[in-house]
């Protein structure tokens, strides 16, 4: 199978080997983790040969008696080379129970550099901060923006190439399928939905409500966009006929979190600078997942994608990313980067003097001078690329940016 490099993720593995701390490959299973733990082996034995690679893949059949952190210790053990550099590449880590208390052992001896990867958010943010706080360095690992997709499947950019990609996502695996083909898609997409839902969430939380647990899901893809809240949840669930706790809701909203299929982004006061907690906007880690959940029919959804993957593309640019709160309104995103900050309103189509002045508004409120962008799916109207210095881009245009 060909292994396409992702230079955004290797690179930056690449930069912190070496450095005396352990690396942490975060995301969402099939986003292609896997693969770069792969070619950082690679990059290793090239530019490394006298070093001694060890690679775990818990997913391996061949890798399942390591179950423990005493076995994963006698493990490394055996395969440890005395004399020269030692790289422990483990994937799905959080399989191997109390893992924890077995790197951090390899680390105090400084036996050798960890590289490891993980599907839930929940175990690592718990298990890392409490044993291997200030050791460790988390990366995290998205799906393919639309550069990539474009280099994944051979496309040029186009709006069709685009619009493919607003429908079908960025799972690096789906390079081996026809795109073109629905039902290919589909029953792929619909593989690791049910993995990420059986193994991430419903086995590892042993939950029984299988059927609930999907109907969240369905219910978060609907209201993209839209700030959510558990007894916001219960209220809709209750009216349908759900019989269920508003704190069951709650857990469970966290455990679609913890497993990275959607992910919860924060209120954020733009005039106060403070963080609202309890209500939240929500996204999909991968949005062809949620294409998929929803019914693979953008016919009423096309905002909500635009809204994901433009919260995406600022993830992969490596901005941390709000809703941002005005007195008078709500600004779609407000994303930061150490010193840096941009202001973000998305909108479908800007095609009328109504429409605009909503859209710009809104931005027009903020008295500071970052950068303040609305990303639209058409070229701005007779109105230039440009309104009292706020920067108007199509979506297209604004997934080949770098910001």
Sequence with gaps: MESILRPLYLNKVVSFL???????LIGQRRVGKSFLLRQVGSWIKENKPEANVIYINKEDYAFSIITTAEKLIDYVNVHYRNGVRNYLLIDEVQDIDCYENALRSFHSEDKLQIVATGSNAYVFSTELSTKLSGRYIEIPVYPLGYEEFLVFHGLEDSEDALNKYLMVGGLPALKNFNIQDEDEVRSYVQGVYNTVLLKDVVKRNDIRNIQFVENLAHFVGDNIGKLISPGSIYRFMKSKGEKIAENTVSAY??????????????????????????IYKYYFSD????????????????????????????????????V????????????????EKIYIQVAYL???????????????KINDNFPKYVISANPMIGGGDNKDGIRHMSLRQFL???I
């Design 18 to 24: 070496d450095k005396e701390m352990m690396l942490f």
């Design 253 to 278: 909203l966290q455990n679609l979190c913890s497993a990275l299929l959607t992910v919860a982004v924060p209120r954020y006061d733009i005039h106060g600078k403070r963080i609202f907690e309890s």
């Design 287 to 322: 949005h062809g997942l949620r294409n998929f959940i929803c019914g693979f029919n953008l016919d009423g959804s096309i905002e909500k994608v635009m809204e994901n993957v433009v919260w995406q593309h600022l993830l992969i640019q490596g901005f941390t990313v709000g």
């Design 324 to 339: 941002g709160i005005l007195r008078a309104g709500e600004i779609d995103f407000v994303a930061e980067r150490g010193s």
């Design 350 to 364: 800007i095609a009328t003097e109504e429409i605009r002045n909503r859209e710009f508004g809104n931005l027009l």
């Design 400 to 402: 080949k940016t770098r």
